[in-house]
């Protein structure tokens, strides 16, 4: 079975985020750089699933500049076999911050064409921009059935049964055909560690570097991103207890959402 993993970098969630200078991006001059969360899950439940299965390949993918290699290393060190880096500029035209997710997502999809995967897992979104479209977009153009908000993956006959988290606690079980493309939850596994075997040997695996096509023109633009503004606001309730109370538990339940 050979499962591809897509992984995207992103800024460390502590990194001190800055706007660019021309108001439409964040300045990456100083950014420290990581795996996103829910790939990482994502890689861990193909791994998961290698190791269940007592064979196979699991394929880590990641589109970027140079830096995207240590990324792919960090894959290739808990256990990834191969990695496959598609090369974007640092900045300016062709680069990620220049390609919307549609177009994000034709590159990775004509990475995977190349290697007919049985499944192919990714992130349910990025901690950068959380758009959460990438991996759906993947799927139509593969043309592949697929699933979201997947916790959990089990292999049976003729295909895979997995678990996905719905709203309230709710869970529910859908069983698919292969090849088939998941968007992983965070918080389905735990995450393992690369150990110090696992880095030497990611020095002697194979990373295949691919050249990214030109960039199409974006369906989407980015007008302006400002950091949230912080707004305090106080509302006096008046009236008897009893109505003062209702009033407070609607608020809660209505406006902040938290009962």
Sequence with gaps: MKIVVAVK???????????????RGVDESDVAWTMNEPDAYALEEALQLKERAGDGEVVVLCAGPERVQSTLREALAKGADRAVHVVTPESGAGSLG??????????????????????????????????GQTGVVMAELLGVPHAT????????????KVKRELEDGWMQQVEMPLPALLTVQSGGNRLRYATLMGI????????????????????????????PVRVKQTEMLTGSADEIA??????????????
Excluded: N, W
């Excluded at 970098?9 to 108001?23: K, N």
């Excluded at 997502?105 to 064409?113: C, D, I, S, Y």
């Design 149 to 160: 908000l997947v916790l959990q993956v089990e292999l049976v006959s003729g295909g895979i």
């Design 246 to 259: 209702a009033k407070l538990v609607e608020r809660l339940k209505f406006e902040v959402k938290v009962l």
């Design 98 to 131: 220049e390609r919307d997710s549609l177009d994000v997502a034709r590159l990775l999809a004509e990475a995977v064409r190349g290697e007919t995967a049985d499944l192919v897992l990714t992130g349910l979104q990025s901690d950068d921009l959380g758009a």
């Design 9 to 23: 970098q992103v800024p460390e969630r502590d990194a001190v985020v800055r706007v660019a200078a021309d108001g």
């Design 200 to 227: 030497k040997r990611a020095r002697q695996k194979e990373m295949r570097e691919v050249e990214a096509a030109a960039a199409g023109k974006r369906v989407d633009e980015i007008v302006r991103v400002s950091p």
